[in-house]
């Protein structure tokens, strides 16, 4: 379908959003009322701007406050509904968005509305526009759609029709039932937005904490399939007010948008697929989803010095391969692969990419290319694997290969240097990853790994620690062989930015693995007495094991699911490593303990690492 | 009274937030439990610094979920408590806050709640401890304060009394009516905490967006006296849950805690002197009030160049003195007064300080010391005006001095060169001083401009801009002749600061000033045509009325209270001047034109300036 935004969506000046979203690839877009007014450029210009651009201009928005309203304030509203229409023709726009009344409506019942809304019809068909009428949330006297449907058939004036916002529709929890009795050509015009879920009043939330389809929580999928089986025709435009997305870089904020409407169209036709109604030719698939099944290996830059190497020595992995042409290690654990880039000459130790292991390599990327990921061929040679990579939000690359058995067919590139562990192995595979991510690019994440990657959103913890509030998201696959942490990092009253990413690795059994790794010389994040003490109130727990996992340093956590222990080692550059043990269906985090994690960091950050 | 504040209040380690605290001046803290766990202090490591610090530890807390349960749950809810008394001798504290069941419990009646909360009694008896229990305003069973205290009575242990949250209490709009039937030794605490009116769920609004009395919407002062006229006598503690606060330093959070209660405890004397009890004997006054009753000048940093110089002639000022000994200039308009300190030589054109004009020095002075103001006296020699300033946050000076007659008393240090204007004057006096705030430090400005000098809050405004958002915050004395608006400035995408102080300054008449002083060679910050256009749609205006305001870019507001004129300078540095009339009782500051003010202004930004 026709894609469209409106330009309070994304920050910058009018020419600056309009470049943006034509180079995000839209359609074009509802031009909101302050932008206009305050830029210096004329209707003409803006008109031809938008020519030039490829963009038509679908929506004059907004118009407010107009029916229901006194006589003297009729003639001062149709004075300016006038004046309104009159820029419209110049812009070269046809159809205007009229609010309900919020203000100045005096009559409870709808018929001073009907009246007024014909006389509006009236002129708006002899200026050759249309009114598409919307019932917001928080309207005075009419603020649910099927309240505003029964006065636009009231007034039965071709010129009238209805504006659909998926805000002001799901926010109050009106049934999508109605939707469908609506002819689809009343149907004026389409709005959609996502919302975290809140209790909070709806005008705020409505003008603050809208996000982007896909990067809340509502079911906009059912939504525009209830518009498209009405036969709804027009454009799917995006109305976004949310601080964070005025602030940042218009062409970031305008890509995310045309990304999560071409996720929407992608999704809508999967819940579809049972209805065989014509009308749906207009979505626009996108190439088939390939979900990754798991962690293929994490790409690390070494930093300075031999740190890393003798954590990894410590950890238990061992050298299993160089590659044949660049300066880069494999070292192996059971199934986890850690690659080394001593190409990468950064000074600190560092996350730098993630491999994933897909069914079709081909038509991942295609996806990735439509949704105009930023993709990164790897540079190979014949007889190398090929290995597609897609710059995640916070610079992360995430590789994606076809897995073959047990090995990954990138991994014959290594020169075998020592192919049978010397050792036990402790440590059997890569369970998570947590990468942090500045307040401004949360939403973007989650949406590029549920549209890229078919990740699902499963669990979402603020904690309170002594750095600030953390507020995390954890994104899964079905079968949970792949799990990402987004943890949303504060800045300290120094401004500085301390947190680091890290990698979950599993074992079977914590205590037996905790000793090993201590015996390999492995520092571990010290764990303080009064941790311990509280456990014992809260849990029933043996005491020579507790001994254990104090000297140990491991933590625990439990539920009606399960029980879960997890210790962590120093952190070395901005990376740390957490060692876990999951006991039947434990499925989160430890996020009860995360307060002392981070606490017993920052007095690392603070003091200087421990040795 | 005692001052306290819970550890959760502030950010940092436990070590770090107590040096605060007691730095601060507080008498003694709330330790909060997950700050005791992740600590690697033991608790006889902590009661030995609080003695250090002379800190008592007023409060154990949170004691959760406890009553209300079933059989089995209550053994292990005993088993908790008994280890949580143990930790309570080892701290020193005898007092543990618990909350009201907000999970496990099971009875809707309350037989088992008192019979459980009997037992606990019993065994807190044993122990030597207090339970203070508080109803949550989110409790399952248990959620208002007088229902807690229903509860109580009928425990009727020595060991169990009450703890009144004004959060819990207020955010539920209950009345404070039954606190006074309450006997003062059964309310074991106090805790304080004010809030923003928000229509969001208790929880998260507890959780999030706890303010410092004063800093809120909250009559805390109403509070106090009600759990004071009941005969409580214990601390009054702090209890905020803040995400600013917690990324904040701690030792300006807990300085702004304890200056916010010296406040409340001044301010509820203020409201208690109609009552004669004995009890009030335990507050302390501060030294009176002295609210400003002007703006005296100004003081700017010039920058390089003359511009600065050239923007005032521009706009009517005149030399009027040298400074005797200082590199320092007056400049003067009607009832304005600039000061250019010439020994600051920073780059650009800065506001640096506002002086401000008092009924008596002394006592102001003596207040802000009081509450920890940074006082910077002035160097001064025999002869010359004691003027002192204290720094305001955002490294603001506010001067001030006692008014006599027409010129203030200082003035006479500058040597007159000019003593008679030679051209009309245009502008008046000083309306308002617009100050730019980071988002983190607005709640300690409100609270510094209430608390010192006290001001009050008058009204709040959201701009969405093309920048992002802007807060803005007015604060006015009583008669309105100092107006200051603090406007929370977002950061842009490139993580640059681009906003500006500013002066707004009256005229009588904007269109004669306008075109005074363009003829002076003054450069005004353009207005798009769109404006116009959109505004002869919304008011009725003479056409040539409207055709003047247009060549001199005035933008116009109006409301039920009056009519109001402004246009701006270009900007100069970090600040620009806004010339102002006022018509009739117009109140405001013309915020629904600011969007169009800050686009203008960001395209200079991003165009270079405009000469």
């Keep these: 379908m026709k894609t469209s935004i409106a330009t309070v969506s994304i920050g910058g000046s009018l020419r600056e959003k309009l470049v ?6 839209f359609d074009g877009y509802e031009i909101f009322e302050n932008d206009l007014i305050s830029s210096p450029m004329s209707p003409e210009d803006i008109r031809s701007l938008s020519d030039d651009l490829g963009l038509t201009i679908d929506l004059y928005q907004p118009f407010r406050d107009f029916e229901g309203v006194s006589e003297s304030q009729l003639a001062r509203n149709l004075k300016r509904a006038a004046a309104k229409f009159d820029v419209m023709k110049r812009l070269g726009v046809d159809t205007i968005l009229a609010c309900s009344n919020v203000g100045t409506a005096i009559d409870p019942s709808d018929q001073l509305a009907i009246d007024q809304l014909g006389k509006l019809s009236e002129m708006a068909e002899f200026f050759d526009v249309k009114i598409a009428y919307e019932a917001l949330a928080w309207g005075k006297f009419v603020s649910t759609y099927d309240h505003s449907w029964s006065i636009v058939q009231a007034v039965n004036h071709a010129s009238l029709g209805l504006c659909l916002d998926s805000f002001h529709i799901l926010s109050r929890g009106s049934s999508l039932d109605k939707i469908a009795e609506i002819p689809g050509d009343k149907i004026f015009f389409v709005q959609l937005a996502d919302a975290p879920l809140m209790s909070l009043d709806v005008l705020t939330w409505s003008r603050h904490y809208r996000l982007f ?3 809340g929580a509502w079911d906009l999928p059912a939504f525009v399939l209830a518009a498209i089986s009405a036969g709804y025709s027009g454009p799917l435009s995006l109305e976004i007010f949310n601080d964070t997305y005025r602030q940042g870089a218009p062409t970031l904020t305008a890509r995310d948008g045309h990304r999560s409407l071409k996720t929407l169209e992608d999704e809508t036709i999967g819940i579809s697929s049972s209805h065989s109604q014509t009308s749906f030719k207009n979505l626009d698939p996108l190439p088939l989803l390939q979900v990754p099944r798991g962690f293929s290996f994490v790409e690390l830059q070494p930093g300075e010095g031999d740190q890393l190497v003798k954590v990894l020595s410590a950890l238990g992995f061992e050298l299993a391969g160089a590659h044949r042409r660049k300066a880069v290690e494999l070292w192996t654990q059971g ?11 950064g000074t600190q130790a560092e996350l730098v990419g993630v491999g994933v292991e897909v069914a079709d390599i081909d038509t991942l990327t295609e996806r990735a290319r439509s949704l105009k990921a930023r993709l ?3 540079d190979i040679e014949s007889g190398e694997e090929e290995l597609v990579a897609v710059e995640a939000p916070n610079n992360i690359d995430f590789y994606f290969g076809e897995l073959t058995g047990v090995n990954p067919k990138w991994s014959s590139e290594f020169a075998s240097l020592n192919s049978k562990s010397s050792q036990e192995t402790a440590l059997t595979h890569i369970d998570h990853i947590a990468l942090r991510q500045p307040w401004q690019r949360i939403d973007e994440s989650v949406l590029f790994f549920r549209s890229i990657f078919g990740l699902e959103i499963d669990d979402g913890q603020d904690i309170a620690s002594e750095f600030g509030l953390v507020r995390s998201r954890s994104l899964v696959n079905k079968d949970r062989t792949i ?6 990092t504060p800045t300290g009253a120094d401004g500085r930015q301390t947190f680091s990413d890290h990698i979950a690795l599993s074992t079977v059994d914590i205590l037996k693995t905790a000793k090993l790794l ?3 010389g492995l520092h571990v994040l010290r764990v303080p007495q009064n941790y311990y003490e509280d456990l014992t109130s809260k849990f029933e727990i043996d005491k020579d094991r507790l001994k254990e996992m104090q000297d140990f340093d491991v933590l625990f956590d439990s539920n009606e699911d399960g029980n879960f222990f997890h210790f962590y080692t120093q952190p070395i550059g901005s990376l740390f490593f957490e060692i876990i043990q999951r006991v039947d269906g434990y499925d ?5 303990n995360a307060f002392v994690r981070l606490s017993s960091q920052r007095a690392i950050d603070v003091k200087g690492l421990v040795k």
């Design 20 to 25: 943006a979203i034509s180079r995000a690839g």
């Design 213 to 215: 389809p896909g990067e």
């Design 335 to 345: 199934d986890a692969r850690i690659v080394i880039n001593n190409d990468l000459t």
């Design 376 to 378: 990164k061929p790897r």
């Design 483 to 488: 799990r990402l942490a987004l943890n949303v």
């Design 518 to 520: 201590r015996s390999n």
């Design 588 to 592: 989160g985090y430890g996020a009860s």
